[in-house]
C-alpha cells in the first residue's frame, strides 16, 4: 500500500533526524566504558549528548528521609558541578497492599515546580511506584541545597571552549543536569525491590515534557513516554526561541546539539503520547509536529505514537494532572489495560479530509477543528464542527471559510480523546 503523504513526511523528517544523530556521532568519542549494568544492546543510544549513559544508567549513591503516608522523602547524587557532586532531592511513592513487584513511574515537573508529593500519589494510588524530583536544586521545603544543580535561570547561555576547542562548560546548564538527573532517578526506581525494572514509564508537564521527550530517546530502558505540552526544535519556533537565537553561532548550534530533544527523538523506541493545545504559550503546533514526527507518528514500522491536541487546553501542572490520558495511556503498555483511540495522520481529498482510527470501544463523538488565522500560533482562533465516523474511518466536509489549517479528533464512550496531526489545507 502505497505511503500517503503525511506519512512520507514523518517518514523523511525521521530519517533526516537519523542522519543528523549519525553525523552527530562521528564527531565525538563513544568510547565511554559501559557499566554492569549496561550491556551494548537496544538500551544504549548511538548518540547521547554531553552525557555518559552507562555512568547515568548506574544506581546514584541515595539515602532515605522522612516518610508520611507511603511517600518517603530520598536524596540522590547527581552530576558534578564546579568539581563537587550535585544532590538531588526527591520523593518515592509506594502503593498499598502490593503483593508483586509494580510498576514504576518517573514524574517530571516544569517551570515553577518540584518533587510534587501529590502527583506522586495520584501514580501511587493507581497500583504505581513513582518517583519525583526536584529539578531547581532546591530541597523539601524550598530550600537551596549546599550542593543543588542549576535553577532554570541557567537555561540559556555561552558555551567556554578551551584552546583545543573543547567545550568545558556542559555542566553549567540547567539542561545537563535536569536530564542526568531524571535519568539518575530512574535508574534508582528501577533498582528498588517493589518495582518491576522492565515496566516503567515517564510524564513530565511543560519544561518536564521537554525533559520527557528528550529522555525518551536517550534513555532506553523506558517502556513508554508521556511529554505533556513540552516538546523539542525549541531554536525553530517556541517562547524561548528568543533566547536561544540571542547565543553566539557557536553556542547556539551547540545547544540544540546537546539539549534540544529534536535531536534525540528519531532514537525513540517506546510508544508515546502527546498532550498539548492548539494555542500553547510556549511550545506551538509547528514545533510540536515536527517533534512527534521525528518520534515516529505515521511512520508504520517506528514505535506507536498517539496524539491529544485539543483546542483551547490551559497550561499547568494540576491541570495536567487531571487530563486522563496519560494515565490509560501508560496502564495500557505497562499493565495490559485497554489502549486510547487514536488516529492515523489525516488526508485530504478535495473538499473533505479524512483520518483512520482504532478504538478498543464504541466512539460516540468525532470533531473537525480548524483555523482561518495565521501568524503565531499561540494568537490563532481556532473553530470546531462535528464530524462523521463510520467504521474507522472519520470524515468532515471542509468548511466554507477559508480554513488554513485542519485536524480531526474522536471521543470514545469511556470520554477519552484523541486527535490527528494538523494539515495546512491553503495557504
Known sequence: MPMHRAALYSAVFRFVALILLALSVSQRSMAAPQSDDVSADARTPAYTGPWDIAQLYRVPEYRWGETTDRVTEVFYQGLLRDGQPTTVYGVVARPANATAPSPGVVLVHGGGGTAFTDWATLWAQRGYVAIAMDLRGQGPHGERLPHGAPDFDELFHEVNTDPTGDETNADTFWSYHAIADVVLAHSLLRSLAEVDAERTAITGVSWGGYTTSLVAGLDLRFKAAVPIYGCGNLGVDSAWKGDIDGLDEHSRALWIKWFDPISYLAQTRCPTLWVNGTNDFGYPLGAYRDSYRAAGYGIDDAPLVTLGVKVGRP?????????????????????????????????????????????????????????????????????????????????????????????????????????????????
Open 315 to 427: 497550561h499547568g501542572h494540576r491541570v495536567a494532572w487531571a487530563v486522563p490520558e496519560p494515565y490509560v495511556f501508560i496502564d495500557h503498555v505497562l499493565r495490559g489495560g485497554e489502549p486510547l483511540p487514536r488516529l492515523a495522520p489525516i488526508e485530504r481529498d478535495r473538499d473533505h479530509v479524512t483520518a483512520t482510527y482504532t478504538s478498543p470501544v464504541a466512539v460516540v463523538e468525532a470533531g473537525l477543528h480548524y483555523t482561518t488565522d495565521t501568524g503565531r500560533w499561540q494568537d490563532r482562533t481556532w473553530h470546531s464542527v462535528p464530524a462523521t465516523f463510520d467504521g474507522d474511518t472519520v470524515t468532515a466536509t471542509l468548511p466554507k471559510e477559508h480554513a488554513i489549517t485542519v485536524f480531526l479528533s474522536v471521543t470514545d464512550e469511556r470520554g477519552l480523546y484523541a486527535s490527528s496531526d494538523h494539515l495546512t489545507v491553503n495557504e
